[in-house]
């Protein structure tokens, strides 16, 4: 038996044992930074450094549950939202959520971004049994719910992704040559990894060259004509915005005209398509789990109107074709529903325990027929995409909802 | 115009230090001490950590003073010498199981052998073209670390998870305050043997570097010796601090190890005063406090008021923390008169 689960086994007596002796006095139950007026909600954002664009997601959040309270709170307490900046350096991460637990008592810590910051304290919330929900990050480590009964992940994982496009090509085109470009860090390898592993033994025939870049590289011009000269038929590309632009550009500049899946990470019409030009983007397949703001299939759809809304009225400043925005938007919606769930039991563990048990909720954010699922085994909440093709100045969902369920 | 003439032609980079104004005196410093070693009693686990990673910190400053108030030679390549220093300990304790404080030493000579090593170009190299070689490093090494050669020993981009050693003997402290303590200890023992190397003979030979090379070459010293030996030294204390660092953090990742550590520490030094050790800590507080102040103030505007606040340090104490303890002993000088 390891320590850790150990560890849950005396939390679970104690707490247990602290639930039959303080049952008979009293239906409310805290932790630290749950009262009966507030809940402390704990947020590390790089709100500088190299990863600062994202930081829009926590100013979104601190946005909407400036909404939640100014609509009477959750069961009549109002959120308190402390979110930090780490920069997205590691070190600077732990020292922040040590001020989170430690010094501010908040009850939990939630959607801190990336993979090294959570990475770095991941040890150090499960041992403290403070909840690490909903990591704003879609490596696939998340799901462990067994070693790291404490961290949740959100959003679908990488290499669920990437097995979802395998499994449609080995599908659609069983004899394609395939050339894959890939950004040199830990979240281009979870795309790789995942992508090799839906060919299977295939994988080797198949792809005929794995092209890496560095995020430092002004442009990947060249790494698209490599992948050119291969005379690949199909192109993989695990890129971030500003190089998926460049790629389609680049594509269609030399006349490469291979069947092209685009990352979820760059299905961004406002942010990749455009700049790129339309003309150069049509035909692309993607996946998407949040609807895209910037298409106007959505135009008369309820959840956006609210999405819309909220914006209006609490975040003007924001961007709104950003798809930070969006992705900070549902989550804190997630968030709201887990604490809702929990009701005066605001305990650390209550608030675990309800994460690990959402069935089936939608949200306005989430495409039609996506929902978010969890249990005590799965600590996946969003696992489902849909495909999708570009076409004119929007994206056309396409096929059925696809689950790519992938444990850490 | 040969290379002789553009050298004294140049205008010395560092204001020459006397070596008697680089230290404390001992009852100020026995006053630091003791607030230091008493202060974890009364305050959080989260303080202690903080103050441990100050110490940490001071520790990495302290090391680009010897280099750059001692022998006069810039460094923003720290940062490459504190992951060496970091990973080397991370290495030791999670793939071979090595007690954490032996791998201290082991860190301190790998970095030490490393800057020698690194202090050969910097013969040829001095002022800002020094720097620019040494910035060279600092940003490639959070990309050597994620090398796929390495990845085994490094974990690549995931990086390593440390364990926190618990208080040996069953000593009753939490783990940071055992780490605290044993982090004191360390950085006193280094600090003191900072100030004896600066008074010693080799100290002595970095000073005459700094301040006239050709002079310091006439009067015998050896200038590539001492220079590199410099430099190794600066590395080695830095790696010392980031086995440290990694130990405290529980773990190392090439993102906590870019170009923007390297800056802060030399804006440390800065801050803390050009030469004057006993400033590394006051620099040290600086860049650890300074940005969650900013933070506190704006939270999107947070570098703008960093830079605000630096800026004000600079033009109103432009010699650092050394300027204001000068300041304060010549008012206490005239207070003891009256």
New interface residues.
């Given amino acids: 038996m390891s320590t850790i689960k150990k560890l849950a086994v005396v939390s679970t007596a104690l707490g247990l044992l602290a639930a039959t002796s303080t049952g008979a006095l009293a239906q409310k139950k805290y932790d630290p930074g749950a009262s009966d007026t507030e809940i402390k909600i704990g947020n590390i954002m790089p ?4 990863a600062s664009a994202y930081g829009v997601i926590g ?1 979104t959040e601190e946005a909407y549950f400036k909404k939640v309270n100014a609509e009477g709170g959750i069961n009549g307490r109002k959120i308190n939202f402390i ?3 780490d ?5 600077k991460t ?2 922040q959520a ?2 989170l ?3 501010d008592e908040a009850l939990i810590v939630f959607n801190p971004l990336g ?3 959570n ?2 304290i ?3 919330l499960n041992s403290k049994k403070v909840p690490q929900l909903f990591v704003a990050t879609g490596a696939t480590k998340w799901n462990d719910p067994k070693n790291f009964p404490w961290t949740m992940g959100w959003q679908p994982n990488y290499q669920s992704e990437t097995i979802i496009y395998a499994k449609y090509i080995l599908q659609n085109f069983p004899n394609a040559k395939i050339g894959v470009l890939y950004q ?3 979240y281009g ?1 979870d795309y790789l990894k995942g992508f090799k592993d839906g060919l299977g033994a295939k994988a080797a025939s198949m792809i005929v060259l794995e092209e890496s870049y ?1 995020v ?1 590289e002004p442009t990947i011009d060249s790494h698209i004509v490599k992948l050119k000269s291969t005379g690949a038929d199909v192109f993989i590309n695990i890129t971030t915005p500003k190089f998926a632009a460049q790629a389609i550009k680049k594509n269609a500049e030399i006349g490469w005209k291979p069947t092209h899946f685009l990352n979820n990470v760059s299905a961004s019409i406002g942010a990749v398509m455009k700049p790129a030009g339309f003309e150069a983007s049509q035909g692309i397949i993607s996946s998407a789990y949040l609807k895209d703001t910037s298409d106007p299939q959505w135009k008369d759809d309820a959840g956006m109107k609210a999405f819309d809304e909220f914006l209006t009225k609490y975040y003007p400043e924001g961007n709104r074709i950003d798809g930070s925005v969006m992705f900070g938007y549902t989550v804190a919606q997630g968030l709201v529903h887990v604490l809702k769930a929990c009701g005066d039991d605001l305990t650390r563990e209550n608030v675990m325990k309800q994460a690990a048990n959402i069935k089936g909720l939608e949200l306005g954010g989430l495409l039609p027929g996506i929902k978010v699922n969890t249990s005590p085994t799965d600590f996946a909440p969003i696992s489902q995409v849909q495909l999708q093709k570009f076409k004119g100045e929007a994206w056309e969902l396409f096929g059925e909802i696809l689950s790519g369920d992938v444990g850490g | 115009m040969s290379a002789a003439e553009e050298v004294v032609t140049e205008a010395p980079a560092i204001e020459a230090v006397p070596k008697r104004a680089m230290t404390l005196g001992l009852g100020t410093s026995l006053v630091v001490l003791a607030a230091l070693a008493i202060a974890p009693l009364f305050v ?4 202690i ?2 103050m441990t ?1 100050l110490l940490i910190y001071a520790l990495a400053v302290l090391a680009l003073n010897i280099l750059t108030g001692g022998s006069g030679q810039f460094s923003l390549g720290q940062s490459a010498f504190y992951a060496v220093g970091a990973y080397t300990s991370a290495i030791l304790m999670e793939h071979f199981g090595m007690n954490y404080a032996l791998t201290l030493p082991i860190a301190g000579v790998i970095c030490f052998a490393f800057g020698f090593v690194f202090g050969q170009p910097a013969l040829r190299l001095s002022g800002v073209y020094l720097a620019l070689a040494t910035f060279a490093l600092a940003v490639a090494m959070p ?1 050597l670390l ?1 090398l796929g050669f390495f990845e085994h020993w490094t974990g ?4 390593l ?1 440390v364990t926190k050693p618990d208080a040996p003997f069953g000593l009753p402290m939490s783990q940071d305050m055992w780490l605290y303590y044993f982090t004191l200890v360390i950085a006193i023992g280094i600090y003191i043997a900072s100030i004896n190397l600066l008074r010693s003979r080799s100290g002595r030979a970095f000073m005459a570097i700094r301040d006239n090379e050709i002079a310091a070459s006439a009067m015998g010293v050896d200038v590539a010796l001492y220079k590199t030996l410099a430099f190794g030294v600066s590395a080695g204390i830095t790696g010392v601090a980031g086995g440290l ?1 990694a130990i405290a ?3 190392v ?4 190890y ?1 170009i ?2 390297a800056i802060s520490l030399f804006l440390g030094m800065v801050v803390g005063g050009v030469g004057w050790l006993p400033g590394s800590i006051v620099g040290s507080a600086f860049i650890i406090f300074v ?1 969650n102040i900013a ?1 506190g103030i704006s ?2 505007l ?2 703008a008021v960093f830079g605000v606040l630096l800026f004000l340090v600079i033009f109103l104490v432009p010699h650092g923390a050394r300027q204001v303890a000068m300041v304060a002993q010549q008012m206490l000088g005239k207070l003891k008169k009256n």
């Fill in positions: 709100y500088s450094g190299p100013k979110s930090y900046d920069g997205y350096s590691p070190p732990v020292e040590r001020k637990v430690e010094s993979t090294p910051p990475t770095a991941q040890k150090y040199n860090d830990d390898k560095e430092s | 959080k686990n989260f303080i950590f903080q990673m990309q994620k690549g981009v995931q990086g998870v660092g953090v529980q773990f990742a090439p993102d906590g870019t923007t550590l940005p933070e939270k999107g947070s570098g």
